[in-house]
């Protein structure tokens, strides 16, 4: 069966050429061109991945994310947006998009993040089988003073939980499980995008970010999560 592609994008020259790649590229895809009917067929017949344009007239790409997560709707949503700003790109990760393409895009980029996102939550992902535990599991993650429950995806800086995307829980837990250790930065997108997008991307750096500030809290707490220039980055407590 082909996986299913919800695209919603109203300038259609670039919905019909999008419509098209997909479709030669083997996806079932359906294309609208607004928010409010994206969010008709998520909840009609939900997709594998959606494909969102982040400007759009009435219903915008970032409140259809919104009303989606906020329904529990876990499907993985890849946004096009034309806005380069980091402060755009946070907006689009906090609205619970789990990655972006900025325009003008290759359309090849776009192809690798999606197969990045379907290999990693679609309904063809392969599980991996952990080998048979001779003890059983611990249930929390601890280190530098955070706790975390893969299982239910909750965790806590001290006795403050933190509200955490999907991508930005995986990208705490591997740091976690790595406390002490310098991931490299093509280590961490293989392990959280399944792709390495090149050293021209941001996408990292900006979900760094943002976990930092949720991390730090308003509070200004000392940072956990701290850069090696020129080599990734590392959860420790100084």
Known sequence: ????????????????????????????????????????????????????????????????????????????????????????????????ADDYVPKPFDVEEVFARLRALLRRTGPGARPEIPPKPTTPPARFLEAAGLRMDPQARRAWRGERELELTRTEFELLELLVRNAGIVLDHSTIYDRIWGYDFGPGSKNLAVYVGYLRRKLDGPGGAPPLIHTVRGVGYVLRED
């Open 1 to 96: 069966m082909p996986q299913t592609v919800l695209l919603a994008e109203d300038d259609r020259a670039i919905r019909h050429a999008l419509e098209r790649a997909l479709t030669l590229e083997g996806y079932e895809v359906t294309a609208v061109a607004d928010g409010v009917e994206a969010l008709a067929h998520a909840h009609k017949s939900p997709p594998d991945v959606l494909v969102l344009d982040v400007m759009m007239p009435g219903i915008d790409g970032l409140q259809v994310c919104r009303v989606l997560r906020a329904e529990g709707d876990r499907t993985p949503i890849l946004m096009l947006t034309a806005l380069v700003e980091t402060a755009d790109r946070i907006a689009g990760l906090d609205a619970g």
